[in-house]
């Protein structure tokens, strides 16, 4: 069988890829696995300087993988080339910082002993990646992990096949080793055969929370380590001393980055009374000016959704809130013209039993919340059953820290947008799912943290023994 990549923008197939087996399925799994063997013994440094070697393979081709994300899922060029170049700064960071994460810590523990933790590598790592950003989230695992000494197969959404043999292909060029890293072009119902095979040592997932709770039972069920970043529906907090312009401006990106489509996106807007009027006014002038077109372009701000079926599904969201009692400030309809595309759309007066209240709404619609003061702003900001990313908007940066430690949240922002940094862990709480990526953390995460005691004197009396 072959599976097919189409522009949501013109509906036109962009290229047709065979499925990988089950025998070329376990020919792959073999073959990391005996990778693994020598690639955890490779010294650090020879993992580094490949890593450094695939952010320039990244840099030299960054037009090619750049138009080949816009093809196949819809992300306006100019963030696609934006994507490329945060996954080479990605491999240059823990190319230059994975030999200090995992190097060993010396722990101070009884007087005649020698303790120290060491990180050592776990074996072959599955990722189930999502399209959304199609480079971005696998580099996310691939780069920490292969610093670390693991190996990765990665089941990426279907409809971005030309960008997971394209990424295989970034590594293989950087002169990683055959089975370091490999592609399975396979369904949804063929991954419980992956994680099942004794020869994965762990999962992690980006992707929805029922997903995410499908691979957490599967996995559990046989003892694997998981690492899931799941939805969003991250609460945009804007206090009555917000800074309006910076606020407006920041606000109309945090909703549209991706056309919509970011776990880490905001969803709710939640402002205080006094400036309600004002800010919605703003936002729905903001929203409209945005242009939507071909995303091909350099020029536009929004492309389409990525599928056909997604457009449909966000609309029945919009329409199923109306019904409730909902208001259309802006948009509410798909346009008029030829690719899957969904206007800038804001939505107001949301009950609490409404779908823009309840769930997450992947694509660029934005709901407005009014309460009457910041205590009601941090509850509002906090009834969801999600927990990744907030923000809070205030020209007194002490009160904005303060209400930021008071979200329900793996990531929380003051005068700034919610996004995701080399440097610093990322990750939710809730049923935005549990572990890290990123920073030392995320390379941390798919390690045998291992204690190594070297008594010293053997004759001493060691005292009370677990």
């Not at 929805?208 to 529906?233: C, F, H, I, P």
């Not at 091909?296 to 969201?317: F, N, S, V, Y």
Request: hydrophobic share 40%; with cysteine; charged share 30%.
């Amino acid at each position: 069988m072959s599976i097919e990549s189409t522009n949501p923008a013109t509906g036109d197939v962009v290229d047709r890829f065979e499925e990988t087996s089950a025998d070329e399925r376990d020919d792959h799994i073999a073959r990391a696995a005996e990778t693994f063997e020598e690639w955890a013994e490779t010294p650090i440094e020879t993992r580094q300087r490949l890593l450094a070697r695939a952010g320039e393979v990244l840099r030299e081709n960054a037009d090619e993988y750049a138009e080949l994300m816009t093809e196949e899922m819809g992300k306006p060029i100019a963030q696609a080339h934006s994507e490329v170049e945060k996954c080479a700064w990605l491999c240059d960071y823990y190319a230059e910082t994975a030999a200090e994460h995992l190097q060993d810590e010396v722990i101070a523990s009884d007087e005649d002993a020698r303790t120290v933790v060491a990180y050592q590598p776990l074996g072959p790592i599955l990722a189930i990646m999502p399209w959304n950003f199609p480079f971005w989230q696998v580099f996310r695992f691939a780069a920490p992990n292969l610093a670390a000494g693991n190996v990765g197969l990665l089941k990426h959404a279907s409809n971005v096949p030309g960008c997971a043999r394209a990424i295989q292909d970034v590594f293989e060029e950087a002169g990683f080793p055959e089975g370091a890293f490999t592609t399975l072009l396979i369904g949804s119902d063929e991954i419980d055969a992956v994680i099942e095979d004794d020869r994965i040592a762990g999962v992690t997932l980006t992707g929805s929370d029922g997903a995410g709770r499908a691979v957490a039972e599967s996995a559990g069920s046989r003892l694997k380590k998981t690492v899931l970043e799941l939805g969003g529906s991250d609460p945009f907090v804007v206090l009555e001393d917000a800074p309006m312009d910076e606020t407006v401006e920041t606000a109309v990106q945090a909703r549209l980055i991706n056309n919509g489509q970011s776990c880490i996106a905001a969803k709710r807007f939640v402002v205080v009374d006094e400036i309600y009027d004002e800010f919605v006014d703003r936002f729905v002038e903001a929203m409209d000016a945005q242009t939507v077109g071909d995303p091909m372009d350099e020029d536009t701000d929004i492309g389409p959704q990525a599928r056909a079926d997604l457009m449909e599904d966000l609309h029945k969201q919009v329409e199923e809130t109306v019904e409730k009692g909902g208001e259309i400030e802006l948009g509410g309809e798909p346009m008029d013209r030829e690719g899957a595309y969904y206007p800038p759309t804001v939505l107001t007066d949301v009950p609490e039993d409404a779908p823009a209240d309840q769930e997450e709404l992947f694509g660029p619609v934005a709901t407005v919340f009014r309460v009457p003061d910041e205590d009601a702003a941090i509850e509002k900001a906090n009834d969801t059953r999600f927990g990744l990313g907030a923000s809070v908007w205030t020209e007194d940066l002490e009160r904005g820290e303060r209400v930021a430690r008071e979200f329900e949240s793996g990531l929380a922002f003051v005068n700034e947008l919610v996004k995701s940094d080399p440097r610093l862990p990322f990750g939710g709480v809730k049923d935005s799912g549990y572990g890290r990526e990123l920073s030392r953390h995320g390379i941390r995460e798919f390690v045998n943290t291992k204690t190594i005691w070297v008594q010293q004197d053997a004759g001493e009396e060691t005292g009370m023994v677990e």
